[in-house]
């Protein structure tokens, strides 16, 4: 008796013998993925809402507001007519285009120097730890916590020509008082002393969080080999903190370049122009008179972003270049 054996069937995906299984679960893996990119697409959709409205929009507005020629009756009609580059050319043959650009360079490079050096030297001190130490840090940072137009306002007050606290300690001193905010010779000066003053507790801050990376450990071994604080903070401190100070200077440029209430309150850009900078300039064109001209405002606001542009791309290339990684 004879039995025939019956070839078992093969396994699907069994090719020249050998069987595929498919991985058990891979559905439902699938189905987590899925569901974690919905997750992030979910948190990620307000931010770039609020981008999208609040600075894509506005931006393209502002392009598209220096490229016509845009009047009072046209701006809210909208008929009016493209001009291209027109404005650009207009504004940058204005007399008060190129000083107005060296103001805000003056203004801008100034104020960056100082308050980064002030607030490198107030984060230094302030890190050796010692009593009081904390409560001191704390009151430094309240020209940063005060509203603009208060510190505006305040300032305007002490460097008032008759009864101001500035010109009162001068006389104290046997000095000639000063017309700090209705001379031409000295408006900017103002203006910038008070923005020095502001700017100063954001490099604190900045630079101090960064000296809290730093190792005490060099600090240690430098003293071991006979290392004096001048050639601990050249050697140790400036070099490793070049990276924090990189992102300092670079968000102070951009916020220096943009500063507005501060010289329109204290000087309103005069007098004589004296204190003009492009971003009281854009503002006075836009706003400060009867009939305003939106679309020079709008070119001198794009090349502010220009500026900006421009110091943003030269930290990145420095930055790529000190860490190519």
Do not use: C
Not at 103 to 119: D, L, M, P, R, Y
């Amino acid at each position: 008796m004879t039995t025939s054996a019956v070839p078992a069937k093969r396994a699907v995906g069994e090719k020249g013998g050998a069987t595929s299984v498919a991985p058990p679960g891979r559905p439902a893996a699938r189905r987590r993925v899925r569901s974690g990119q919905w997750a992030a697409w979910a948190f990620l959709a307000p931010v770039v809402a609020y981008l999208l409205v609040f600075y894509a929009f506005p931006l393209y507005r502002n392009v598209e507001l220096s490229l016509k020629d845009y009047t009072v009756r046209s701006f809210v009609d909208g008929t009016a007519p493209f001009v291209w580059f027109d404005n650009y050319a207009k504004v940058i043959q204005n007399a008060t285009f190129w000083p107005a650009l060296t103001h805000t360079a003056i203004f801008t490079f100034v104020s960056i120097a100082f308050q980064f050096s002030i607030g490198l030297a107030l984060a230094v001190f302030f890190f050796q730890h010692f009593r009081l130490a904390s409560t001191l840090r704390a009151l430094f940072l309240v020209p940063w916590l005060l509203p603009l137009i208060v510190s505006a306002s305040t300032w305007s007050w002490m460097f008032n020509s008759d009864s101001g606290i500035v010109n009162s300690a001068l006389e104290a001193l046997g000095l000639p008082q000063i017309n700090w905010l209705t001379s031409p010779d000295w408006s900017l000066i103002a203006v910038l002393i008070a923005n020095i003053w502001i700017g100063i507790p954001f490099n604190l801050v900045i630079l101090y969080s960064g000296l809290q990376n730093i190792s005490g450990d060099l600090y240690e071994a430098a003293s071991l080999d006979g290392a004096n604080g001048w050639q601990k903070f050249w050697r140790i401190t400036f070099p490793l903190l070049r990276p924090v100070s990189a992102i300092t200077i670079l968000l102070g440029l951009v916020y220096t370049l943009k500063v507005f209430d501060i010289i329109w309150i204290m000087t309103k850009g005069g007098p004589a122009d004296s204190s003009t900078t492009l971003s009281t300039w854009s503002y006075r064109l836009g706003f400060g008179s009867v009939l305003p001209d939106f679309s020079p405002a709008a070119a001198v606001g794009n090349i502010l972003i220009l500026i900006a542009l421009v110091f943003g791309l030269v930290y990145l290339r420095t930055q790529r270049k000190l860490d190519p990684s």
